[in-house]
């Protein structure tokens, strides 16, 4: 029996350390539908172009008000575009636009699913606004949970081009060992099998953007602390907000958006 748990335990970290994206990733195929978006008040349009590996990717693109600035939206490791749309309808109805990428392997884009792959899908939607002549003071750059690595990590690419608006985290971690290891009690040797670091601490001691952390004091997928720690190795000006009660997916019920509001008019 020991033998055969010992097995097991080989065989599972071989499967984590080859095959990554059955682990860390939960995307949908489905394509995402941006008619039924306008119809519930996200008048975006869809927009495509290719990473630097050639790859195609695509967004959802809603043009700012005169004078607003424009909101690159990074989403999660679940799911689509669809699903994380009407988090951004408040910030669309105050005049901000809206900049949503997919990634490849998601929303029926072509790829394989990598940290690398992922990164140069964000960064090309970087590239993508300033080809539309957009510079680093007009954007925002938002990032939610996995999300929160694409923000960080393309800021720390392009900040050579010039200081960005601000920044903004939801439900972020420091790295995604740490992630695995504050959920998962079993002792698995992390360090070795998690291929897609996501290591986020060094590049934002290394950003000089003004920061914003918002997380869920019950989140049992990304706790708190992790975002915490992530918040110390930032400099100033930042600010954290755990909301008392919120859990990984629902800040928007504890109206997370109306704090982003007020400090991205008060910054």
């Given at each position: ?30 394509p995402s539908n941006v008619e039924n978006a306008r119809m519930n008040g ?139 290891r504050a959920i998962v009690p079993i002792p698995f040797p992390l360090k ?76």
């Amino acid at each position: 029996m020991f033998s055969f748990l010992i097995a097991l335990y080989v065989v599972f970290c071989a499967a984590v350390y080859f095959f990554p994206q059955y682990f860390f990733y939960k995307p949908s195929s489905l394509p995402s539908n941006v008619e039924n978006a306008r119809m519930n008040g996200f008048p975006a349009k869809e927009v495509h172009y290719r990473s630097a590996d050639g790859t195609g990717g695509l967004a959802w693109y809603v043009k700012p008000a005169v004078g607003k600035k424009i909101i690159l939206f990074f989403h999660g490791n679940s799911h689509n575009l669809e699903s994380f749309y009407y988090k951004l309808i408040p910030f669309v109805s105050d005049g901000y636009g809206v900049f949503m990428p997919e990634y490849r392997g998601f929303g029926g884009l072509k790829g394989k699913i990598r940290q690398s792959a992922l990164e140069k899908d964000a960064l090309a939607a970087l590239e993508y606004l300033y080809g539309l002549g957009y510079q680093n003071k007009d954007i925002v750059v938002y990032g939610l949970s996995l999300g929160s690595h694409m923000a960080i990590n393309s800021i720390y690419a392009y900040q050579k081009k010039g200081d960005f608006a601000a920044l903004v985290l939801e439900v972020p971690f420091n790295s995604m060992e740490e992630v695995v290891r504050a959920i998962v009690p079993i002792p698995f040797p992390l360090k070795w099998i998690i291929r897609d670091k996501y290591e986020n601490r060094e590049m934002l001691s290394r950003i000089n953007t003004p920061l914003l952390i918002t997380a869920g004091s019950e989140d049992r997928l990304v706790p708190a602390k992790l975002a915490r720690d992530l918040f110390n190795y930032a400099g100033e000006p930042k600010k954290i907000i755990i909301y008392q009660g919120a859990s990984h997916n629902n800040l928007y019920n504890f109206k997370n958006y109306a704090d982003i509001l007020k400090w991205l008019e008060d910054k």
